[in-house]
């Protein structure tokens, strides 16, 4: 497939980098709530559409802390590969997860977009990996710096997206029987005025 092609769930793996509070406090790119809310809505589209996550964090025991608790929820069984070095690519572990997965396209999400995400993005794409970033689940230090990252992420041949855009992208027709109800449920969670539509449509059409 190359950049352009629209992902399946057959396609791809999802990184979630360093998902972690001690990093969410230093996020200031973007609302904290928001970005803790995206990165969950992308941890359920994972769950929904059966896509293989590769978890890491980094410093968990001595400034970072825990994978964020809603994200275990959503990811009870994944186990966190703990890292020491910023960049997942280098770590051998962390690495080997990924290629086990057999998947070419990476979608990357994670704290701080400036390191921690664009590094193995890059790292990555020089390997010949198909990179996308999903841009609303990363935060980073200040909203010029989070910006200047992914200006260049692109540049260096990552795709940019959101998580919505990722789950409408999967679905592609509301009906596909069976990953509508996940998909929708996370829409309602996590889409703001779109989630707040979709009940309202379901309460038109069937009422309470």
């Not at 964020?68 to 770590?91: G, S």
Request: proline residues 5%; negative net charge; contains cysteine.
């Amino acid at each position: 497939m190359t950049v352009h092609s629209l992902l399946t769930p057959q396609d791809c793996a999802i990184l979630l980098i360093d998902e972690q509070a001690g990093l969410a406090f230093a996020a200031g790119s973007a609302d904290r709530q928001a970005l803790r809310s995206n990165a969950v809505a992308l941890a359920r589209i994972a769950r929904a559409f059966d896509i293989p996550v590769v978890v890491s964090t980094s410093a968990s025991k001595v400034y970072s802390g825990p994978l964020m608790p809603p994200l275990r929820q959503v990811l009870p069984d994944a186990v966190p590969i703990e890292r020491r070095n910023m960049n997942l690519w280098e770590d051998e572990a962390a690495r080997a997860a990924v290629l086990g997965t057999g998947r070419r396209t990476l979608v990357i999400a994670g704290l701080l977009t400036e390191a921690c995400v664009s590094f193995p993005a890059l790292s990555a794409l020089a390997d010949g990996f198909a990179v996308r970033i999903v841009a609303d689940a990363c935060g980073g230090l200040t909203p010029e710096s989070h910006a200047a990252a992914l200006r260049r992420l692109e540049q260096a041949g990552a795709v940019m997206t959101s998580w919505l855009q990722l789950l409408l992208e999967l679905q592609r027709d509301w009906t596909r029987r069976d990953t509508y109800e996940a998909a929708r449920a996370i829409v309602v969670d996590h889409g703001g005025g779109y989630g707040i539509g979709l009940d309202y449509a379901r309460d038109m059409i069937h009422p309470a």
